[in-house]
T-cell receptor, first 107, second 116 residues
Framework: AQRVTQPEKLLSVFKGAPVELKCNYSYSGSPELFWYVQYSRQRLQLLLRHISRESIKGFTADLNKGETSFHLKKPFAQEEDSAMYYCALSWAQKLVFGQGTRLTINP | KAGVTQTPRYLIKTRGQQVTLSCSPISGHRSVSWYQQTPGQGLQFLFEYFSETQRNKGNFPGRFSGRQFSNSRSEMNVSTLELGDSALYLC???????????????FGPGTRLTVT
């Protein structure tokens, strides 16, 4: 079955430190993966998708098919990065979400 | 371009009642998906519609149903409400709901349903 796992429910780092939010997936075909972010009192919004290979707000994510991972990284965390982050896998016209990681950036 | 809108934003119902939630997608988007978000289960897929046809359905009981109109607006209905149906219901729209750029989903603010 298609599944997305985000092992960390909570992650706390200091401003300026590197950030890595982990995401592992199980999928038999070629996956299409996304990261969504939900800032406080805002709607869920697309952060980036692996196909576009672009960097949004300094975040990048590389698909590693061998390790079935799609970790989200940012070299220098900023306070405005504090939010809930969801990794998602698209399959059959639907998104399968991980449980999410709440990222807190300490000043 | 206006974003996805959902009405109502908040709703309180009693067990056994039924409820209808509405979603208006971004103009030009033909695919509408619904998700249930709860603290325990996270975000779970309910169903997806494209051109008034349901293409996929999640693992929810038959009390959960939906439809899509010719203008792509969508409604979901929950009959015989149970306490466990209390959740945030999110609607998302995309151009086509298929792989590639057509699959980027844009979410609405959600409808917070409380069942007492």
């Amino acid at each position: 079955a298609q599944r997305v796992t985000q092992p960390e429910k909570l992650l706390s780092v200091f401003k300026g430190a590197p950030v890595e939010l982990k995401c592992n997936y199980s999928y038999s075909g070629s996956p299409e993966l996304f990261w969504y972010v939900q800032y406080s009192r805002q709607r869920l919004q697309l952060l980036l998708r692996h196909i576009s290979r672009e960097s949004i707000k300094g975040f990048t994510a590389d698909l590693n098919k061998g390790e079935t991972s799609f970790h989200l990284k940012k070299p220098f965390a900023q306070e405005e990065d504090s939010a809930m982050y969801y990794c998602a896998l698209s399959w059959a016209q639907k998104l399968v979400f991980g449980q999410g990681t709440r990222l807190t950036i300490n000043p | 371009k206006a974003g996805v809108t959902q009405t109502p934003r908040y709703l309180i119902k009693t067990r056994g009642q039924q409820v209808t939630l509405s979603c208006s997608p971004i103009s030009g988007h033909r695919s509408v998906s619904w998700y249930q978000q709860t603290p325990g289960q996270g975000l779970q897929f309910l169903f997806e519609y494209f051109s008034e046809t349901q293409r996929n359905k999640g693992n929810f009981p038959g009390r959960f149903s939906g439809r899509q109109f010719s203008n792509s607006r969508s409604e979901m209905n929950v009959s015989t409400l149970e306490l466990g149906d209390s959740a945030l219901y999110l609607c998302a729209s995309s151009l086509s709901g298929t792989s590639g750029s057509g699959y980027e989903q844009y979410f609405g603010p959600g409808t917070r349903l409380t069942v007492t």
